[in-house]
């Protein structure tokens, strides 16, 4: 079957001149529209390098782009692109409206196929657009590659670093963030010195002496690597304080399996599935959806004489440090809480009120700074959810493609119909 309204397809497509629509054809059967495209005779055309006038050399094969659908239809666009002869670059095909070189989709269907792929997972995205996962990871690979060609060289002022496991076991990423446009700059394999350096690979020495302020967690490799790399190192790092808190959590927890064990061993459940209400925030856990039983029940295990319930009052009392109203304030808290913890029999407690201590001076850089990681709490959802759908990320560069394709900011878009000239 021959459809003849070529003039409405060319307005589908956007073809300008010298583009036209040769003809298309239907597959009612196969659902399949054709569209066959071809042009006018210009007296030139422009070199894709230099955009030099050429004259025509020849055409290469048929190539075929896949378009959006028309009325459920997979529609697919064909053409032969023409190739110039340019006294500069040599044989080279010209480039065509309506498709990056190189590109299997038309530059509509991959900006289509982009917003797909913001709103839901890869698999789904398969589903919808009918292409396959590789087309479909292909797909934000370039659209990322796209991105980072045309990020602006900006330096952040505020950066905010972050490791991530990326499966059980000894697998981690870095990831650096920019905190005040609230996106991650790149990520890279592993947690080392190099990995800080990789990241930060777009900027020079200079551009890094005028990052103001660094949130992140308390780990040698990167702060030697910051020390290398970023003038004044010492008086930028902030050790970020939901870094200290998740310490002081992972204090408590070991505390709790241990005492819950022991407990239960004399016959004693109270500590049983209370896992999650110690390491909420207190004013947090108000607000949470357990049920005023639970709350109640609580609320009397941390008035009872346990290990754990002595570690929960010290987890909460360190989160006041930030409030306090100055840096010499904020030390002399620190000391008062320290010698409470030093005095709590508790080694896990003691060994992060330790960790603080001795990392004290860029704990306190917070008065000066002020901030923290918690503006990356968006990303870190997005990149929690990422690490949970398990397709794909056996591999790093998927993760690092799935994460700066949701949260690296970019202008991820084809061009749409660049001039030819
Ligand atoms: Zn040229």
């Not at 890279?188 to 302020?213: H, P, W």
């Not at 968006?378 to 993760?399: D, H, T, W």
Request: proline share 4%.
């Amino acid at each position: 079957m021959r459809v003849h309204d070529t003039d409405l397809y060319r307005h589908l497509l956007g073809l300008e001149k010298p583009w036209t629509i040769d003809r298309v054809s239907l597959d009612v059967a196969k659902q399949r529209v054709d569209v066959f495209a071809k042009h006018e005779k210009p007296k030139s055309w422009p070199c894709p390098e230099c955009k030099t006038a050429c004259g025509l050399h020849d055409h290469d094969e048929e190539r075929t782009w896949r378009h959006l659908d028309s009325c459920g239809f997979q529609t697919h666009l064909h053409a032969r692109i023409p190739r110039v002869k340019c006294t500069e670059h040599g044989v080279r095909q010209v480039r065509v409206p309506w498709a990056e070189p190189k590109a299997r989709f038309t530059a509509l269907f991959e900006r289509f196929a982009i917003d797909v792929l913001r709103e839901t997972s890869i698999a789904g995205a398969t589903t919808i657009l009918r292409i396959t996962w590789d087309e479909a990871h292909h797909i934000m690979e370039r659209a990322v590659a796209r991105g980072m060609a045309r990020r602006p060289h900006e330096v952040p002022r505020h950066l905010g670093i972050d490791e991530k496991s990326l499966a059980k076991g000894q697998h981690y990423a870095t990831m650096v963030c920019d905190l005040e446009r609230g996106h991650v700059i790149d990520l890279a394999e592993d947690r080392t010195k190099e990995s800080v350096r990789r990241c930060l690979g777009r900027y020079s020495i200079n551009d890094l002496a005028q990052v103001e302020a660094i949130a992140m967690d308390m780990w040698e490799p990167y702060v030697l690597q910051l020390r290398a790399i970023v003038d004044n190192a010492d008086e930028k790092i902030v050790f970020d304080r939901f870094h200290i808190v998740g310490h002081m959590n992972e204090a408590l927890d070991q505390i709790r399996r241990r005492e819950n064990k022991a407990l239960r061993a004399q016959g004693d459940d109270r500590l049983v599935g209370s896992k999650h209400l110690w390491l909420y925030g207190k004013e947090n856990l108000v607000k949470s959806n357990a049920n005023l039983a639970t709350k109640f029940a609580f609320a009397e295990l941390r008035a009872a004489n346990l290990k754990t319930s002595r570690a929960w009052a010290l987890k909460e009392s360190l989160r006041d440090l930030w409030k306090q109203p100055s840096r010499a304030a904020g030390e002399r808290w620190y000391h008062r809480w320290y010698s409470w913890a030093v005095r709590s029999r508790l080694t896990p407690v003691k060994k992060v009120a330790a960790m603080v201590k001795r990392h004290l001076p860029n704990v306190l850089t917070y008065f000066k700074h002020r901030i923290t990681n918690a503006g990356s709490e968006a990303i870190n959802s997005v990149v929690q959810m990422l690490k949970k759908r398990a397709f794909g990320f056996r591999s790093f560069p998927n993760f690092r493609t799935a994460v700066l394709f949701r949260c690296g900011g970019l202008s991820l878009y084809p061009a749409t119909h660049p001039k030819l000239g």
